[in-house]
């Protein structure tokens, strides 16, 4: 009797799969690994493309904080998930070891007195409940990255619009909202409806019905939390002083106290990292010339042209020299005096690529010692819900110390 060749090649499948899954772990901890190494590397870049989206493309500060917050909270998220399942596998590893070096177990008649008569596990179904552990917290990012992705792909087409449209932050985070509001009503829903029975065919809808059928509802869910608590100081730690990057924004008390050398002075910089505000050469400064440097904001050269159209008035109150180019819409001080800039040079640096300007100013009629820097920088405010543009002067938009030779 010929065997049916179907069941023949549904047994091969199975037999396959079978043994995929006994060998799983070799998988789990390469691909692990190299996702662990990816993601340490990652974040400075991050922090790198949300201050370019601020500089170079003119994107608002508060959006391109949100996506740093999101996209760093992304990665903080799946740190936590593979060192905690490349930590159960370390476990995995020993109890194997211990398996295979004493199979039978705990022998009762050696042990001490009181520790005799107790059930004790035996290796092997240590083993295997480790290893059904091990893969279930693999598998569980999964479901998560596919969501990530299509968020993140979202947000990338909503940036995109931002630009081209030239919409405002309002406007396009109201839209954010509204679409994922009407996404969770969709969902929250108890008819069936056909975007349900679409979404329930999704591998990221399945996924999360097998973890919580299997492990439980309230278990998965706080088991997500316990995951973004743990990788809470990770993203405060990696989204430190970006606030500086807010060109609209005077500088913050505790900023301006236990200001960060590296953001400040070329010598203690990270030639792959950007300037937020105003910089030195070096915090030492010998000779009768200071250099300083301004890092330049695209939205600025848009700002300057509303402000020469309709606050001329105002600027002739203040005192403010002619706006020629967007490195005019700041005014040096040293000690609360001000410094006559001879023009203003335009370089892109090496490294970051990052624009600035740049100029020498007289201090040759300083004495030796520590000095205080100070740049003010003329802003409009943005006008939310409809509200006026008004004119005003950041006074402390940038402000650090330096020494004179």
């Known amino acids: 009797m010929n065997s049916n060749p179907d069941s023949s090649r549904k047994n091969e499948e199975l037999s396959w799969l079978e043994q995929l899954q006994r060998n799983s772990w070799e998988p789990e901890v390469i691909i692990s690994g190299i996702i ?11 922090y790198e493309f949300a201050a370019f989206l601020i500089q170079e493309a003119g994107v608002n ?33 020993g109890l194997l070891g211990l398996s295979y070096a004493f199979p039978k177990g705990v022998i009762q008649e050696r042990l001490f007195k009181t520790g005799q008569g ?50 405002t932050f309002i ?12 996404f969770a009503l969709l969902m929250m829903t108890k008819k069936k409806t056909k975007f349900k029975s679409w979404y329930s065919t999704s591998i990221v ?69 950007r300037f937020p505000r105003a910089f030195l050469a070096n915090e030492a400064v010998e000779g009768q010339h200071l250099q300083l440097g301004i890092a330049r904001y695209e939205g600025d050269q848009k700002m ?6 309709e606050f001329s008035s105002s600027l002739d109150s203040l005192g403010w020299h002619e706006l020629n180019q967007t490195a005019d819409l700041h005014r040096i001080y040293v000690n609360d005096s001000l410094i006559s800039v001879n023009g203003w040079a335009k370089y892109r640096l090496a490294g970051a690529g990052q624009r600035v300007y740049q100029s020498l100013l007289g201090v040759s009629f300083l004495a030796p010692g520590r000095y205080q820097i100070r740049v003010e920088k003329l802003m409009l405010r943005d006008p939310l819900f409809g509200s006026d543009t008004d004119l005003r002067v950041l006074e402390n938009w940038s402000v650090f110390e330096f020494i004179k030779l």
């Open 304 to 309: 300057m042209e509303i402000i020469k159209r």
């Open 205 to 273: 809808s399945s996924i999360s019905a097998i973890y919580q059928s299997n492990i439980g509802k309230w278990y998965s869910i706080g088991y997500i939390l316990l995951i973004f608590i743990l990788a809470a100081p990770i993203i405060v730690t990696d989204v430190r002083d970006f606030t500086l990057f807010f060109n609209e924004r005077n500088m913050l008390d505790h900023e301006v106290e236990w200001p960060a050398k590296n953001l400040y002075f070329e010598s203690d910089h990270n030639a792959g990292k």
């Open 118 to 167: 107790y059930d004790y596990q035996q290796p092997d179904s240590m083993v295997l409940r480790l290893e059904r552990i091990c893969s279930s917290t693999f598998a569980f990012p999964v479901s998560l990255s596919i969501i990530f992705l299509i968020i993140t792909l979202y947000l990338g087409i909503l940036v995109a619009v931002y630009l081209w449209l030239d919409f």
């Open 61 to 93: 500060s508060m959006l391109s904080w949100l996506i740093l917050i999101y996209l760093t909270a992304i990665i903080s998220v799946f740190k936590i998930f593979f060192v905690v399942h490349l930590a159960l596998r370390f476990m995995w590893a």
């Open 36 to 46: 662990l190494a990816f993601l340490f590397a990652f974040p400075s870049r991050v």
């Open 171 to 182: 406007q396009i985070y109201l839209f954010f909202m509204i679409t994922l509001l009407v």
